[in-house]
């Protein structure tokens, strides 16, 4: 049995039509909402626009990407009109973010299987240690413009 988690593979997804910086996260879990928090902090620009799973376009990126809406196991990027999902996702967001490259060096010299590995476990029990909420945040006014609000186009 495949004790990694339901991620579709590993490595970059193919994805058209969805643009460079989107971030889907998990609305409800409490660490994935620390994530969001950590990357707005750090994307004055606001070149990262994020989406919740639980949201409508984040439903419909679930699905491209081969994830369960119902039991994400994974966040995602994109870039170049690829996907990155789990550990790859959180390089790829690391690497972009000013003054975090070094970091994300760093973490590129753990072996893949290492970082996949604990990112699964920390994603298969993300609720138990870190909590969870009924509904996604509100965010603040200043907090919008971070949020992908287009409705998915129409496949």
């Given at each position: 049995?495949?004790?990694?988690?339901?991620?579709?593979?590993?490595?970059?997804?193919?994805?058209?039509?969805?643009?460079?910086?989107?971030?889907?996260?998990?609305?409800?879990?409490?660490?994935?909402?620390?994530?969001?928090?950590?990357?707005?902090?750090?994307?004055?620009?606001?070149?990262?626009?994020?989406?919740?799973?639980?949201?409508?376009?984040?439903?419909?990126?679930?699905?491209?990407?081969?994830?369960?809406?119902?039991?994400?196991?994974?966040?995602?990027?994109?870039?170049?009109?690829?996907?990155?999902?789990?550990?790859?996702?959180?390089?790829?967001?690391?690497?972009?973010?000013?003054?975090?490259?070094?970091?994300?060096?760093?973490?590129?010299?753990?072996?893949?299987s290492m970082r996949d590995w604990l990112y699964d476990r920390v994603a298969r029990n993300r609720y138990r240690l870190f909590g969870r909420t009924e509904t996604?945040?509100?965010?603040?006014?200043?907090?919008?413009?971070?949020?992908?609000?287009?409705?998915?186009?129409?496949?």
């Amino acid at each position: 049995m495949d004790d990694r988690g339901p991620i579709p593979g590993r490595g970059p997804v193919p994805i058209a039509g969805v643009p460079d910086g989107v971030v889907l996260y998990d609305g409800v879990c409490v660490f994935c909402s620390a994530w969001f928090h950590f990357i707005v902090a750090r994307d004055p620009q606001a070149r990262f626009r994020f989406t919740a799973i639980q949201d409508p376009y984040g439903h419909w990126l679930a699905l491209r990407l081969g994830l369960d809406p119902a039991n994400p196991q994974a966040n995602a990027v994109v870039f170049g009109g690829q996907a990155y999902l789990g550990a790859d996702a959180a390089l790829q967001i690391m690497r972009r973010l000013p003054g975090w490259s070094p970091v994300a060096t760093l973490m590129a010299l753990v072996p893949r299987s290492m970082r996949d590995w604990l990112y699964d476990r920390v994603a298969r029990n993300r609720y138990r240690l870190f909590g969870r909420t009924e509904t996604c945040m509100v965010p603040a006014p200043a907090l919008r413009r971070h949020l992908v609000s287009d409705l998915p186009p129409r496949d």
